[in-house]
């Protein structure tokens, strides 16, 4: 029997709701303008257009492993990150929207300097939204942006936003165990995301993120802060004079972030709150 877009949109909508989707109606939208190779626009002009049996099919696997708990980004290989669309592949870190906030700090920092010969180093990079953003946003300011992962399948993902946006020329990519390969040139800014969730707390996070998303981009040893420490302090053999250092940190990591870069001898040390009021971004400059 030949059913509406609508009508298959309720299904999908139903099931998800029943299995506890507070967001089932935008969900259902976005699944099943995949699976048909639709818009959301054109979903809702043409609500009354009939779906195929195929098509219908596809939908419906496809709720069913939201329903099982797989991250939706995974489902549709894509995520939106500071209003562009990124492709998102199983095995690499999902932007986060508090990554936003560190992105934002840089680029209205990277805003003051036009030169146009800013040389940037993204530690951490996985699909690449927080360079390739900034690459993106303020092309003009920058000469290269570095993108540096140990994951290769992060990189790999990362290649295929880069020729996505076309910012092959704008930036390089890097694969390295933080700083170990990383040629010996200095750098105006360093920004990272690294993993900063403490290896004890793995059972208390969300299933779609415990059994979906790569270990190696959510863990940092006990306290969470092995990588915040080793890119601080490596970062200082990296930096122009005037550099500055931007690290998004995790909930109640800030206070102490802020005290190792004070310690290591950044100055003018500060940081910014998510659009939660915590403490996000953590920004120091190296004055020697
Ligand atoms: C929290 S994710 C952030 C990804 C991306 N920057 C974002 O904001 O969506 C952390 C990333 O760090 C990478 N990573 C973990 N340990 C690393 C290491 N020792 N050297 C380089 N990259 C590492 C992971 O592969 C992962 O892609």
């Known amino acids: 029997m030949d059913v509406s877009i609508n009508q298959v949109l309720r299904l999908g909508q139903q099931k998800l709701k029943r299995n506890g989707n507070d ?37 419906m696997q496809l709720v069913e492993r939201r329903v099982g708990g797989e991250p939706i980004s995974y489902i549709c290989e894509r995520s939106c990150f500071y209003s562009n669309e990124y492709i998102i592949k199983k095995g690499v870190f999902i932007p986060r929207p508090e990554t936003e906030v560190l992105v934002g700090v840089v680029i209205s920092e990277v805003k003051k ?41 992060a990189l790999q993902c990362c290649r295929d936003n880069q020729k996505a946006m076309g910012l092959e020329k704008k930036t390089r990519l890097l694969r390295s165990n933080l700083f170990q390969s990383i040629p010996r040139i200095k750098f105006d800014y360093i920004c990272a995301n690294p993993p900063y969730i403490d290896r004890g707390e793995g059972e208390s996070l969300d299933v ?25 302090s490596d970062s200082t053999n990296f930096l122009k004079k005037n550099g500055k250092i931007f690290l998004e940190v995790g909930y109640a990591q800030a206070e102490e972030t802020k005290s190792l870069l004070e310690v290591l001898g950044y100055k003018n040390v500060e940081s910014f709150r998510d659009l939660n009021k915590i403490d996000r971004v953590v920004v120091g400059t190296w004055k020697k």
């Open 23 to 59: 967001n089932c109606v935008t969900e259902a939208n976005i699944l099943f303008g995949y699976s048909a190779n639709k818009t959301l626009e054109n979903i809702f002009t043409h609500p009354e257009d009939r779906v195929s049996r195929r098509t219908r099919g596809k939908f």
């Open 113 to 153: 300097n036009r030169s146009g010969k800013l040389i940037c180093l993204d530690m951490c990079t996985g699909s690449g939204c927080v360079g390739l953003t900034i690459a993106k946003e303020v092309a003009v300011n920058i000469k290269k942006v570095f993108l540096v992962d140990n994951s290769l399948k």
């Open 208 to 232: 779609s993120i415990r059994q979906y998303e790569p270990k190696g981009a959510l863990f940092s040893g006990l306290g969470g802060l092995s990588h915040i420490k080793k890119i601080s």
